[in-house]
C-alpha cells in the first residue's frame, strides 16, 4: 500500500468491535458492534487517520484521531432494522506532512472496496480525505458522470499555496483533474467564513450552493439542488464535514460554526440524497478528538455514520 518515497504510509487493521449486549430482552437487541464484519454485508467502512492537511491549513492535530473516536461512538448505537451488517477494513494511516501518499492509497483501498460493496463509508481525517475517496470512486467507475454533494460550511476549493494541498484545497484538486463535468455543490455554506475569492470561483466553476441561512427551519431550500445533481449524475459522493453542524452541538472541528444547520436539517438532507439510490461512496470528515472533551461531536458523526450505512 506504500508508494510514498518515504516510510509515511501505514495500514492499522481495524480493533475488535466491543459494546453491551442485552440478551434478557430476547433477539431484537442488536447494536452495531454486533453487526460488524459479518459474513455477506455489502456496506464498508474505513478510516483515514491523517492530520496532514488539516495541520497545513493552519489547523491543529487531532483528525487522525477521528477515525476511532467515531468507531467507539458507534458501537452501542443500535443495529438499524435491514442493515445485515458491514465490514471494517481499518485504517490507512498517514504520518507524514503532505497528504498526498495517504490519499492515493486510500483512493487504491476506495475502489477495492467498491468492486465488493454497494457502499462505503470514509471516516476522516480533515477534508482532504476527499481528495482519496474521489480518486477511489473514480478508478472504481472510470466513465460515470460523479455528482458531489458536500454538506459544509466551506467550498473547500482553495488554490493550493507555498505550503501545498491540503484540508481546504480538495475539491480544487478534484476540478483542476476534471475540469470538465464538474458537478459539484455545498450545501450549508457560511458567507462569513469564506472570502469572496472564494464563492467567486464557486460561482465561475457552476458550483450549487445552499447557504445555512436557508437551511436553518428545514431542509427544503437544498431539495431542489439534490435532486437536479441526482438527475444529471449516475452516481453521487457525499461528503459530510462536521464542521457545518452549530459548534453546541458539534465543538470538536477545526473550524466551529457559529450559526451551522440544525442536526435534524442535515439528516433531512442525507435522506434525500440517500433516497436517489445513487450514493455509492461517502465521508465524515474534520472530527478533532483532542477538541472534542466530552465527545459531543462524535456522538454526532455516528449518528450521521450509522444514518449513511443504513439508508
Ligand atoms: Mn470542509
Known sequence: MNDAPNDTVSHQPAPEWQGRSDPEDGARTLRLHHIANRD???????????DAGVIRNQGQPGAAQGPQAI????????????????HDHGDVVLAGEDPGPGQQALGLAVAGLLRDHARVLVLGGGHETAVGSWQG??????????????????????????AGASSGTPFFQIHQTEPEGFNYAVLGLA????TLALTDRAQEWGV??????????????????????????????LSVDLDVLPASLAPGVSSPA???????????????????????LADIVELSPPHDPAGLTARVAALIARRLLAG
Open 258 to 280: 457559529a450559526r451551522g444547520v440544525p442536526l435534524h436539517v442535515v439528516e433531512a438532507i442525507l435522506d434525500r440524497v440517500l433516497a436517489t439510490g445513487k450514493v455509492r
Open 191 to 194: 458567507a462569513e467564513a469564506n
Open 137 to 162: 470512486l473514480r478508478a472504481a467507475l472510470p466513465d460515470a458522470r460523479i455528482g458531489i454533494v458536500n454538506i459544509d460550511a466551506h467550498p473547500d476549493i482553495r488554490a493550493i499555496g507555498a
Open 71 to 86: 468507531r467507539q461512538a458507534m458501537a452501542n448505537l443500535s443495529a438499524p432494522e435491514g442493515l445485515p451488517g458491514f
Open 40 to 50: 455477506g454485508a455489502d456496506r464498508a467502512l474505513i478510516g483515514f487517520a491523517c
Open 208 to 237: 450549487t450552493v445552499v447557504a445555512d441561512h436557508a437551511l436553518q427551519r428545514d431542509a427544503e431550500a437544498a431539495f431542489p439542488a439534490i435532486d437536479a445533481i441526482a438527475a444529471r449524475c449516475d452516481t453521487i459522493y
